[in-house]
């Protein structure tokens, strides 16, 4: 079974800048959208931004213009750097592949979480 691995999770200074990146453990064939979700405690998950295959962008209104996802195809990576990093940022952070298959089926596959803390 693939599975997704996060990194670059960890405590930081309120302002300060953390880079995630997550990679699959094996091969997954049409990757369509990868994302990343965060969950803080007593919250609900929710999405932080996303990114089709063609490179459109998606953000939630509380990371535009700090956070900014990017993806390199080849390695089936993506990254979610995060600048000017708000306490209200502190959160365990997944990522999330989005394969599509023949007549539009698909399959989620999600990350294990990495916690980000940002102290004030």
């Known amino acids: 079974q693939v599975q997704l691995v996060e990194s670059g999770g960890g405590l930081v200074q309120a302002g300060g800048s953390l880079r995630l990146s997550c990679a699959p453990s094996g091969v997954i064939f049409s990757i369509n959208v990868m994302g990343w979700y965060r969950q803080a405690p007593g919250k609900q998950r929710e999405l932080v931004a996303a990114?089709?295959?063609?490179?459109?962008?998606n953000y939630a209104d509380s990371v535009k213009g700090r956070f900014t996802i990017s993806r390199d195809n080849a390695k089936n990576t993506v990254y979610l750097q995060m600048n000017s990093l708000k306490p209200e940022d502190t959160a365990v952070y997944y990522c999330?592949?989005?394969?599509?298959?023949?007549?539009?089926?698909?399959?989620?596959?999600w990350g294990q979480g990495t916690q980000v803390t940002v102290s004030s």
């Open positions: 999330k592949f989005v394969a599509t298959y023949w007549k539009g089926s698909s399959y989620d596959y």
């Open positions: 990114i089709t295959s063609g490179g459109s962008t």
